[in-house]
C-alpha cells in the first residue's frame, strides 16, 4: 500500500484520545472536527464514553467498523499493544504520534524496532513515532495537534521535525500560504522521505515539493527519485545535520575533504533539489512556484514608483546573473505615448511617486506584451498619493488566472501595505520583502528551468579489464589487507586506460641502477611498502635522479633512513619510475557515502591539495558534461586553461580521466577511497599520466 491513500481516509480512529483540553489526545479530536472532516470519527478511550459530542469506544474492536486510518496517541509502552488491536482488526495505516522511542535512548529504540516488525508482519504503513501527525486541507483532514488547518493549496511540506512545522505553519497562516498536504514523519521509522516524495510526485495536486529534513537514508534511490520527480515539479528542501560519513577518519584526501555538507550538496545538485537555507527562503520561492508559470528566459523587467528601489532591483538582477530586459521599440513607443513625459519608460521603468492603479495597470499590460521580456518585478512604495490596495487589485486583476511569465511584487513597508499585500496573496501574486529576494527567487526559477531542460544525461562507458581490478581487490580483501599501494593500485587503473609511469621494484641499489638505466634519466625513486601511505611524509620520494650513482646513493639513504624513522613497517623494496618532466599535478578521487555512494572530486594535486581546499566534487557515474563542470568549478580551472603564457592542458582529458574513475568506482562497490595524486596531465594531445595512486577497499 502506498502513503497516497492516507491523504484520503473516510474514517478515522484516535486510540488514545481524551476529554481532557490540551492534553494531545484531545488536540486531534478537536482537530479533526475543527477541521469538518468530512468521514467517521472514532475516539478510543476504555474511561469515557463521549469525546467532544462523539461516541467513544473502548477499543478499535468495539468499533464495529474498520478504519481507514488509526492515529495513536497513547503512551510509548502502550503503542505495540494497539498496533497488535490494529492488526487483528485489520487496520492498515496508522500515525503514531507518541514519543518516547528513539529519540530517547536505548530502551526507546528497542521499542520503536518492535513498532517496526510488528508494522511489517501486519502489512501496515506506519508514520511516525514522534510526530506532530498529517494534514490534508483540500479533503479537510487535520489528523495531527499542529493547530488549524492552513488552506488549501499546490505546496506539498514534509517534515522531519514536528516543532518545525508549526512554525512552518504559524508563517504560512500570517502569509496566506496554501498547501495539498502536510506531513511530519518523526523518526520515520517505517514511512520515511523516500515514500513521502514518491507520494507528492504522483499526487495531482501537488504542484511544489517543500520540506526540512535532517538526514536522508537511501540516498542513492532518494537521489534517483527526485531527480525524476524534478523534471516534473520543483523540490525545495531545508537541510540541516549531517550523514556522519564525514565524522568517519578519512586516510586519503579526497575522503578527509569530503564532509557530509559536501556530499548534500553534490546529490542535491544531481537530483535538481533547491536548498533552501531558511522558513522565509523557502516560502519566497515556493509560492512563486506554486502560483507563477515558469520565465522561458532571463530577463526580467522592473515596473517602480519610486527610483530606489528600481535601482536596489537592478543591482540585484546583476548580482544574481540575471538580465536586465531590453525593452522592445513598440514597448517604448506605447508607453511613451501614455505615461508622463517625466517617468522612465525604460527598464526599470519608473511610473513615478503619483502613480494610480491606472497607470499601473497600463504599464504592466504593455510589459506583459512585450517578447523581449521574461519575467516582471512589480514594486511599489507607499507615497502620498499612493493607492496601495487598488494597485494590487489591478496587479490581481490582469494576471488573473495566470499571466503568461511570472509577476512578482514587492510592496515595500509594513502598516500602510498590509491591507495590499494580502489582496496580492490571495490573488497569488508573491509578495517578496524586498528587490533582492524576489530577485533570487527569479533566480531560482531559472536555474530550475535551465537544470530541467538540460540535455538528457549519457554516461559513457569505456572498454575496461575487470577480471584484473576483480582479482586484485578480492585478493586485498582475503588477505585482509584493505590498503592497495602505488604499485598495484596503478595496475587497477591502467585495467581501466589510465597509463602511468613506466617502473619496476628493485632491492638493491645495482638492481635500482640498471633499472634506471633502462629506463632512462632522469627517474624516480619511491619506497615500495604496504605499510605506507604517504611516501613523501617519511622521505620515501626522490625525484630527477639522473645518474646511475644518485641512483644508488637514494637508495642506500631510504633504505637507512625509513627503517629508522618507522621501524615497525615492512620495506618491500624500491620503485624505481620513469619521471614525468612536463605537465601540471591535479588530483582526481572519490569517496564513498555510505547513504549516497561514490562521490568524485577534483582539484589542484600534489601535497598543497588539504591546505588550498580547491575541489570540486560530484556523484558518480559521471558524465561528460558534469566532468568539465567538475573542472569549471575549482579556480584551478583558470590556470589550467592557459594563463600568462602557461599552455593550456588538455581539459578533455581531464574530464576523460574523471569519467574512467567514476566507471571503475562504480563497478566496484569495494572501493571505498581513493585518491589519483598527482595525475600530470599535459597540453592538448598529450595523455595524462597516473603518477601515484592509492585505493582503500572493504567488503560491501
Ligand atoms: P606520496 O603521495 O605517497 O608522497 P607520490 O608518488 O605522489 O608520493 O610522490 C610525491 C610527489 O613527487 C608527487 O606529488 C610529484 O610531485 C612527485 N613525483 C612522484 N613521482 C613522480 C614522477 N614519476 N614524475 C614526476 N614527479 C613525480
Ligand atoms: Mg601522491
Same mark, same amino acid.
Given at each position: 500500500?502506498?502513503?497516497?491513500?492516507?491523504?484520503?481516509?473516510?474514517?478515522?480512529?484516535?486510540?488514545?484520545?481524551?476529554?481532557?483540553?490540551?492534553?494531545?489526545?484531545?488536540?486531534?479530536?478537536?482537530?479533526?472536527?475543527?477541521?469538518?472532516?468530512?468521514?467517521? *470519527?472514532?475516539?478510543?478511550?476504555?474511561?469515557? /464514553?463521549?469525546?467532544?459530542?462523539?461516541?467513544?469506544?473502548?477499543?478499535?474492536?468495539?468499533?464495529?467498523?474498520?478504519?481507514?486510518?488509526?492515529?495513536?496517541?497513547?503512551?510509548?509502552?502502550?503503542?505495540?499493544?494497539?498496533?497488535?488491536?490494529?492488526?487483528?482488526?485489520?487496520?492498515?495505516?496508522?500515525?503514531?504520534?507518541?514519543?518516547?522511542?528513539?529519540?530517547?535512548?536505548?530502551?526507546?529504540?528497542?521499542?520503536?524496532?518492535?513498532?517496526?516488525?510488528?508494522?511489517?508482519?501486519?502489512?501496515?504503513?506506519?508514520?511516525? #513515532?514522534?510526530?506532530?501527525?498529517?494534514?490534508?486541507?483540500?479533503?479537510?483532514?487535520?489528523?495531527?495537534?499542529?493547530?488549524?488547518?492552513?488552506?488549501?493549496?499546490?505546496?506539498?511540506?514534509?517534515?522531519?521535525?514536528?516543532?518545525?512545522?508549526?512554525?512552518?505553519?504559524?508563517?504560512?497562516?500570517?502569509?496566506?500560504?496554501?498547501?495539498?498536504?502536510?506531513?511530519?514523519?518523526?523518526?520515520?521509522?517505517?514511512?520515511?522521505?523516500?515514500?513521502?516524495?514518491?507520494?507528492?510526485?504522483?499526487?495531482?495536486?501537488?504542484?511544489?515539493?517543500?520540506?526540512?529534513?535532517?538526514?536522508?537514508?537511501?540516498?542513492?534511490?532518494?537521489?534517483?527519485?527526485?531527480?525524476?520527480?524534478?523534471?516534473?515539479?520543483?523540490?525545495?528542501?531545508?537541510?540541516?545535520?549531517?550523514?556522519?560519513?564525514?565524522?568517519?577518519?578519512?586516510?586519503?584526501?579526497?575522503?578527509?575533504?569530503?564532509?557530509?555538507?559536501?556530499?548534500?550538496?553534490?546529490?542535491?545538485?544531481?537530483?535538481?533539489?533547491?536548498?533552501?537555507?531558511?522558513?522565509?527562503?523557502?516560502?519566497?520561492?515556493?509560492?512563486?512556484?506554486?502560483?507563477?508559470?515558469?520565465?522561458?528566459?532571463?530577463?526580467?523587467?522592473?515596473?517602480?514608483?519610486?527610483?530606489?528601489?528600481?535601482?536596489? %532591483?537592478?543591482?540585484?538582477?546583476?548580482?544574481?546573473?540575471?538580465?536586465?530586459?531590453?525593452?522592445?521599440?513598440?514597448?517604448?513607443?506605447?508607453?511613451?505615448?501614455?505615461?508622463?513625459?517625466?517617468?522612465?519608460?525604460?527598464?526599470?521603468?519608473?511610473?513615478?511617486?503619483?502613480?494610480? #492603479?491606472?497607470?499601473?495597470?497600463?504599464?504592466?499590460?504593455?510589459?506583459?506584451?512585450?517578447?523581449?521580456?521574461?519575467?516582471?518585478?512589480?514594486?511599489?512604495?507607499?507615497?502620498?498619493?499612493?493607492?496601495?490596495?487598488?494597485?494590487?487589485?489591478?496587479?490581481?486583476?490582469?494576471?488573473?488566472?495566470?499571466?503568461?511569465?511570472?509577476?512578482? /511584487?514587492?510592496?515595500?513597508?509594513?502598516?500602510?501595505?498590509?491591507?495590499? *499585500?494580502?489582496?496580492?496573496?490571495?490573488?497569488?501574486?508573491?509578495?517578496?520583502?524586498?528587490?533582492?529576494?524576489?530577485?533570487?527567487?527569479?533566480?531560482?526559477?531559472?536555474?530550475?528551468?535551465?537544470?530541467?531542460?538540460?540535455?538528457?544525461?549519457?554516461?559513457?562507458?569505456?572498454?575496461?579489464?575487470? /577480471?584484473?581490478?576483480?582479482?586484485?581487490?578480492?585478493?586485498?580483501?582475503?588477505?585482509?589487507?584493505?590498503?592497495?599501494?602505488?604499485?598495484?593500485?596503478?595496475?587497477?587503473?591502467?585495467?581501466?586506460?589510465?597509463?602511468?609511469?613506466?617502473?619496476?621494484?628493485?632491492?638493491?641499489?645495482?638492481?635500482?641502477?640498471?633499472?634506471?638505466?633502462?629506463?632512462?634519466? #632522469?627517474?624516480?625513486?619511491?619506497?615500495?611498502?604496504?605499510?605506507?601511505?604517504?611516501?613523501?611524509?617519511?622521505?620515501?620520494?626522490?625525484?630527477?635522479?639522473?645518474? %646511475?650513482?644518485?641512483?644508488?646513493?637514494?637508495?642506500?639513504?631510504?633504505?637507512?633512513?625509513?627503517?629508522?624513522?618507522?621501524?615497525?613497517?615492512?620495506?618491500?623494496?624500491?620503485?624505481?619510475?620513469?619521471?614525468?618532466?612536463?605537465?601540471?599535478?591535479?588530483?582526481?578521487?572519490?569517496?564513498?557515502?555510505?547513504?549516497?555512494?561514490?562521490?568524485?572530486?577534483?582539484?589542484?594535486?600534489?601535497?598543497?591539495?588539504?591546505?588550498?581546499?580547491?575541489?570540486?566534487?560530484?556523484?558518480?557515474?559521471?558524465?561528460?558534461?558534469?566532468?568539465?563542470?567538475?573542472?569549471?568549478?575549482?579556480?584551478?580551472?583558470?590556470?589550467?586553461?592557459?594563463?600568462?603564457?602557461?599552455?593550456?592542458?588538455?581539459?578533455?582529458?581531464?574530464?576523460?580521466?574523471?569519467?574512467?574513475?567514476?566507471?571503475?568506482?562504480?563497478?566496484?562497490?569495494?572501493?571505498?577511497?581513493?585518491?589519483?595524486?598527482?595525475?600530470?596531465?599535459?597540453?592538448?594531445?598529450?595523455?595524462?599520466?597516473?603518477?601515484?595512486?592509492?585505493?582503500?577497499?572493504?567488503?560491501?
Amino acid at each position: 500500500m502506498n502513503l497516497a491513500s492516507f491523504f484520503e481516509p473516510r474514517s478515522v480512529a484516535v486510540v488514545g484520545a481524551s476529554r481532557q483540553k490540551g492534553k494531545v489526545g484531545h488536540e486531534i479530536v478537536a482537530n479533526l472536527l475543527g477541521g469538518r472532516f468530512k468521514g467517521e *470519527i472514532y475516539p478510543v478511550n476504555p474511561k469515557a /464514553a463521549e469525546i467532544e459530542g462523539l461516541r467513544c469506544y473502548a477499543d478499535l474492536k468495539s468499533i464495529g467498523q474498520i478504519p481507514d486510518l488509526a492515529v495513536i496517541v497513547v503512551p510509548a509502552g502502550a503503542v505495540a499493544d494497539v498496533i497488535r488491536q490494529c492488526a487483528a482488526v485489520g487496520v492498515k495505516q496508522v500515525i503514531v504520534i507518541s514519543a518516547g522511542f528513539k529519540e530517547v535512548g536505548e530502551e526507546g529504540r528497542k521499542l520503536e524496532e518492535e513498532l517496526v516488525q510488528l508494522v511489517r508482519e501486519a502489512g501496515i504503513r506506519m508514520i511516525g #513515532p514522534n510526530c506532530l501527525g498529517l494534514m490534508v486541507p483540500g479533503r479537510k483532514l487535520n489528523a495531527s495537534f499542529g493547530g488549524a488547518l492552513p488552506k488549501a493549496g499546490q505546496i506539498g511540506y514534509i517534515s522531519q521535525s514536528g516543532a518545525l512545522l508549526a512554525a512552518i505553519l504559524d508563517t504560512a497562516k500570517v502569509n496566506d500560504i496554501g498547501f495539498s498536504v502536510l506531513v511530519s514523519i518523526g523518526n520515520k521509522a517505517d514511512i520515511d522521505e523516500l515514500d513521502v516524495i514518491n507520494a507528492f510526485g504522483n499526487d495531482n495536486s501537488t504542484k511544489v515539493i517543500a520540506g526540512y529534513l535532517e538526514d536522508i537514508m537511501h540516498g542513492d534511490s532518494f537521489v534517483r527519485r527526485a531527480e525524476q520527480i524534478s523534471r516534473a515539479k520543483p523540490i525545495l528542501l531545508m537541510k540541516s545535520g549531517g550523514t556522519g560519513a564525514g565524522a568517519k577518519a578519512a586516510s586519503s584526501h579526497t575522503g578527509s575533504l569530503a564532509g557530509s555538507e559536501t556530499t548534500y550538496e553534490v546529490a542535491f545538485k544531481r537530483a535538481g533539489i533547491i536548498r533552501c537555507e531558511s522558513i522565509k527562503t523557502q516560502f519566497d520561492y515556493a509560492q512563486a512556484f506554486a502560483n507563477q508559470p515558469l520565465p522561458t528566459g532571463p530577463s526580467v523587467a522592473v515596473i517602480t514608483n519610486a527610483g530606489g528601489p528600481g535601482i536596489m %532591483a537592478a543591482d540585484a538582477i546583476e548580482r544574481q546573473g540575471l538580465t536586465f530586459a531590453k525593452l522592445a521599440e513598440e514597448t517604448i513607443e506605447r508607453l511613451s505615448a501614455k505615461l508622463p513625459p517625466e517617468a522612465n519608460v525604460n527598464n526599470p521603468i519608473d511610473v513615478l511617486g503619483d502613480a494610480l #492603479p491606472e497607470r499601473y495597470e497600463f504599464t504592466l499590460n504593455a510589459v506583459l506584451d512585450d517578447p523581449n521580456v521574461n519575467a516582471i518585478l512589480v514594486l511599489l512604495t507607499p507615497q502620498a498619493m499612493t493607492d496601495c490596495t487598488g494597485t494590487a487589485e489591478a496587479i490581481v486583476k490582469i494576471t488573473s488566472p495566470q499571466a503568461e511569465k511570472p509577476v512578482l /511584487a514587492c510592496f515595500l513597508g509594513a502598516k500602510k501595505v498590509d491591507k495590499a *499585500i494580502r489582496v496580492l496573496r490571495r490573488g497569488n501574486i508573491p509578495q517578496y520583502d524586498s528587490p533582492e529576494s524576489a530577485v533570487t527567487t527569479l533566480k531560482v526559477m531559472n536555474d530550475y528551468v535551465r537544470w530541467r531542460s538540460r540535455p538528457k544525461r549519457v554516461v559513457r562507458l569505456f572498454p575496461v579489464n575487470r /577480471a584484473k581490478v576483480e582479482k586484485i581487490i578480492s585478493r586485498h580483501l582475503r588477505l585482509g589487507q584493505p590498503e592497495i599501494g602505488e604499485v598495484e593500485a596503478k595496475e587497477i587503473l591502467e585495467a581501466y586506460g589510465f597509463v602511468t609511469p613506466k617502473g619496476t621494484i628493485a632491492t638493491t641499489a645495482e638492481q635500482a641502477a640498471d633499472i634506471a638505466e633502462q629506463l632512462g634519466y #632522469p627517474v624516480v625513486l619511491k619506497i615500495w611498502s604496504p605499510d605506507i601511505l604517504h611516501k613523501s611524509d617519511v622521505g620515501g620520494v626522490k625525484v630527477g635522479l639522473n645518474s %646511475a650513482q644518485e641512483v644508488m646513493d637514494a637508495f642506500d639513504l631510504m633504505m637507512c633512513r625509513i627503517p629508522r624513522k618507522r621501524p615497525e613497517v615492512e620495506i618491500l623494496g624500491v620503485l624505481v619510475q620513469e619521471m614525468c618532466t612536463t605537465g601540471r599535478e591535479v588530483i582526481l578521487g572519490m569517496n564513498r557515502d555510505p547513504h549516497f555512494g561514490p562521490l568524485l572530486m577534483f582539484g589542484m594535486g600534489g601535497v598543497m591539495v588539504e591546505v588550498l581546499k580547491d575541489v570540486a566534487f560530484y556523484l558518480a557515474p559521471l558524465t561528460a558534461e558534469e566532468a568539465k563542470e567538475m573542472l569549471l568549478h575549482t579556480r584551478t580551472y583558470q590556470l589550467l586553461k592557459g594563463f600568462r603564457g602557461e599552455e593550456r592542458v588538455d581539459i578533455d582529458a581531464i574530464a576523460e580521466g574523471l569519467q574512467r574513475l567514476s566507471q571503475l568506482v562504480t563497478e566496484f562497490p569495494q572501493i571505498q577511497e581513493m585518491d589519483i595524486n598527482p595525475y600530470v596531465v599535459g597540453p592538448e594531445g598529450v595523455t595524462p599520466v597516473a603518477v601515484d595512486a592509492r585505493i582503500t577497499v572493504a567488503e560491501r
